[in-house]
Structures are given as structure tokens and as C-alpha cells.
T-cell receptor, first 112, second 118 residues
Framework: GQNIDQPTEMTATEGAIVQINCTYQ??????LFWYQQHAGEAPTFLSYNVLDGLEEKGRFSSFLSRSKGYSYLLLKELQMKDSASYLCAPEGYSGGYQKVTFGTGTKLQVIP | DAGVIQSPRHEVTEMGQEVTLRCKPISGHDYLFWYRQTMMRGLELLIY????????DSGMPEDRFSAKMPNASFSTLKIQPSEPRDSAVYFCASSLILGDEGIGNTIYFGEGSWLTVV
């Protein structure tokens, strides 16, 4: 089965750093995606982690601990355009097929 | 390259009517997903296909919902009869399996079909 937990909402100040946590329990776990979704738009890919550790990509970094069922997304030098929902999505693999399940998302508001 | 294309973008219908949502995946992709998004439940996986074959429909809420994929470039999600609680954004998405058993293949979403049932 799938069980994903992330905060519902967060607020942070422009220029600051924010960390969005996600815990999960996923059958046949392979790796974990983070997606960004602006209001009224489709989700778009941010990152994918399969190995433990931190993956850095510009202002965004994503961390994974497979043994703890834990991930976080780190956003640095926040900009107003970073106001969006961030979706944690663990990937399971069962019977030869990929299955990605999304959390309810964390709505981030960046304030001046 | 064109992304995932969905139609209609917006639909308002009366309770009891049939609703058909359409999707054209990215050319060459072999997975197709239908998701539903609401404020209360977030993004839920309804059903997904691999090479046009339904793999897992355990997320389909009830018999009023059905999905088909007659060929690699087209899929439909049908609701009959529709109810107000079906009001949501319905996303179609696709991905391509590459490499080691398809691990970590990015899912690309369409713009969504915004459904309102009154």
C-alpha cells in the first residue's frame, strides 16, 4: 500500500530557505519524485532520488533516506514565483510495472 | 514535441449526464495515467495503462467510471451517470520506460480537464 505524509501549508520569506518534509510507506519502493504545481496548472517535474543522500539542482535540492522512509525538498533563495504546491511522490514497482502515488502536497506561500 | 493533450479543458454538466474526457499521450510513451485532483483528497491515481493494456484500476471510485485506451495515441475516461461529487480536475499523464526496469521515469502531465457537475 501507499502512505504519504507532508505538511499541508508552509509560509516563508523571500530570500530565505525552506525545507518541506515527506514521510512515506510504499510497497516495492524504487525512488521518490518531487513535483511543483502552481495554482491552476499541471504538476511539473522537479527531482528524482533513488539513492540515499542529497541531490542538488540549482536553488532546489532533494534528500532521501530509504531506511527511514523520509525525504525533503530544500528551496534556497526563495523567490515569489516559488509560491506553489510541492508534491512528494514515491515510486513503487510491482509485477513489472511502475506506479507513482502522489501526496496531498504542501502549499508554500512566499511573502515579501 | 507536443506534450500530453487533454480535452475538454473545462466542462460544466448536469447531474446524470455522461461525461467523456479525452487524452492524447506524448508520442512514443508506453504508460498512460489518469489522475483526479480535489482539495480534500489531493492527486489520486484512478487507473493506468501500459502499452494500451489496463494494469491497475483499483483507484477507480466506482462502476460509474470507466477508461479505455483503444490505441497508443488515445485514451478516454468516461463517467456515466455523473454526480456533483465527481467535480474535480482530471489529469492525464504519460511516461516512457527506459533503462533498468523503468525506474524513475518522469511522468508528464497534461493541462487537466476541469469538470463541474451541477
Amino acid at each position: 500500500g501507499q502512505n504519504i505524509d507532508q505538511p499541508t501549508e508552509m509560509t516563508a520569506t523571500e530570500g530565505a530557505i525552506v525545507q518541506i518534509n515527506c514521510t512515506y510507506q510504499t510497497s516495492g519502493f524504487n525512488g521518490l519524485f518531487w513535483y511543483q504545481q502552481h495554482a491552476g496548472e499541471a504538476p511539473t517535474f522537479l527531482s528524482y532520488n533513488v539513492l540515499d543522500g542529497l541531490e542538488e539542482k540549482g536553488r532546489f535540492s532533494s534528500f532521501l533516506s530509504r531506511s527511514k522512509g523520509y525525504s525533503y525538498l530544500l528551496l534556497k533563495e526563495l523567490q515569489m514565483k516559488d509560491s506553489a504546491s510541492y508534491l512528494c511522490a514515491p515510486e513503487g514497482y510491482s509485477g513489472g510495472y511502475q506506479k507513482v502515488t502522489f501526496g496531498t502536497g504542501t502549499k508554500l506561500q512566499v511573502i515579501p | 514535441d507536443a506534450g500530453v493533450i487533454q480535452s475538454p479543458r473545462h466542462e460544466v454538466t448536469e447531474m446524470g449526464q455522461e461525461v467523456t474526457l479525452r487524452c492524447k499521450p506524448i508520442s512514443g510513451h508506453d504508460y498512460l495515467f489518469w489522475y483526479r485532483q480535489t482539495m480534500m483528497r489531493g492527486l489520486e491515481l484512478l487507473i493506468y495503462f501500459n502499452n494500451n493494456v489496463p494494469i491497475d484500476d483499483s483507484g477507480m471510485p466506482e462502476d460509474r467510471f470507466s477508461a479505455k485506451m483503444p490505441n497508443a495515441s488515445f485514451s478516454t475516461l468516461k463517467i456515466q451517470p455523473s454526480e456533483p461529487r465527481d467535480s474535480a480536475v482530471y489529469f492525464c499523464a504519460s511516461s516512457l520506460i527506459l533503462g533498468d526496469e523503468g525506474i524513475g521515469n518522469t511522468i508528464y502531465f497534461g493541462e487537466g480537464s476541469w469538470l463541474t457537475v451541477v
